[in-house]
């Protein structure tokens, strides 16, 4: 039994932990943990506080997928709900969908009861949303923004490639070897309305399957999106390869992208035997596990594979 988690996970994972000591299922693990991140407002790449799109609009997407069954629950650009994380386990559990983005998502949030939260964001966080389009916007121009027909222009001078990295990544086993993995963010600040990453993507930011192990990213995900990075971590695996063998592999993929945009990419994952592995193409990350023998969690440095980072 073990939980593996991003290192702002660090929240949550006891309530992971002692929900497997207590012999709970990994997707409860899983969904227990990143509610706690979710909720906290010093956390801005993931839940209430998270930093907004280019409207001042925090959208959310997560994704949770069980190992034993391979079935899958996400949801993306989720508005006016808190625990994505839990919308996307509902996506799993009473539909016969995978993804629900947008209205779709936020309607069906509602329907299973999950209480709306209108306001997402704290006072400080919107004015720091407001500071990144000055000085070339003023004040009537951002109260205006919504209205605008030329966002696409904004998004390029508005985002942040130092604030493109945040998500949390949970992975659980539990005492039946089962294994789950969730992932939850609030996504790219500033990024273009309706944008989704990789963390709502099964096979990108997620993936799980109980007979080889799983992984999940944090970081740039139309990279994860675009080299189908956990999917990849895990088919290597599958082939065969060790965990650390299948992690640098994963990685390594996603230098061979090419294009104007490649920045930082990070996972974490474990094969089926609870070992674990945390990788980032940066300098000084790391990542956090917890067994449920253990009164807390240890921290990792990940290994790093760098990738050579290309901006516009
Ligand atoms: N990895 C999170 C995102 O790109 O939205």
């Excluded at 063998?245 to 390594?252: F, K």
Aim: hydrophobic share 40%; with cysteine; charged share 20%.
């Amino acid at each position: 039994m073990i939980v593996v988690a991003s290192s702002n996970g660090r929240i949550g994972i006891e309530a992971a932990a002692q929900i497997l000591r207590q012999g709970g299922t990994a997707v409860d693990a899983v969904e227990a943990g990143i509610r706690l991140v979710e909720a906290n407002p010093e956390d801005h790449t993931v839940g209430y506080n998270g930093y907004p799109n280019i409207l001042g609009e925090v959208e959310l997407d997560a994704s949770i997928m069980n190992g034993r069954t391979l079935e899958s629950g996400a949801v993306g650009a989720l508005k006016g709900y808190l625990h994505a994380i839990t919308v996307a386990r509902q996506v799993m559990d009473k539909l016969p969908h995978v993804l629900l983005v947008g209205d779709g998502a936020s309607r069906f949030a509602a329907e299973m009861g999950n209480p709306p939260q209108p306001e997402m964001l704290l006072p400080e966080t919107r004015t720091t949303w407001a500071d990144r389009l000055r000085p070339d916007m003023n004040d009537a121009d951002i109260a205006q923004i919504a209205s605008r027909t030329d966002l696409a222009h904004w998004v390029e001078l508005a985002t942040d490639p130092e604030r493109a990295k945040g998500t949390v990544n949970f992975i659980a086993q539990d005492r039946d070897g089962n294994i789950c993995t969730g992932v939850s963010t609030s996504g790219w600040a500033w990024k273009y309305p309706g944008r989704l990453g990789d963390s709502p993507i099964i096979g990108a930011g997620n993936y799980a399957d109980n007979r080889y192990g799983a992984a999940a990213c944090t970081g740039m995900g139309e990279m994860a999106i675009r080299a189908s990075t956990a999917h990849s971590l895990v088919f290597y695996l599958k082939m065969g390869l060790s965990l650390a063998e299948a992690s640098e592999r994963a990685m390594t993929d996603l230098c061979d992208l090419g294009g104007r945009f490649i920045s930082v990419m990070n996972l974490i994952a474990i094969d089926k035997d609870g070992n674990h592995a945390g990788y980032s193409s940066d300098n000084g990350r790391t990542y956090i596990y917890q067994t449920p023998d253990m009164a807390e969690c240890e921290e990792l440095p990940r290994i790093v594979v760098p990738i050579p980072p290309r901006w516009g």
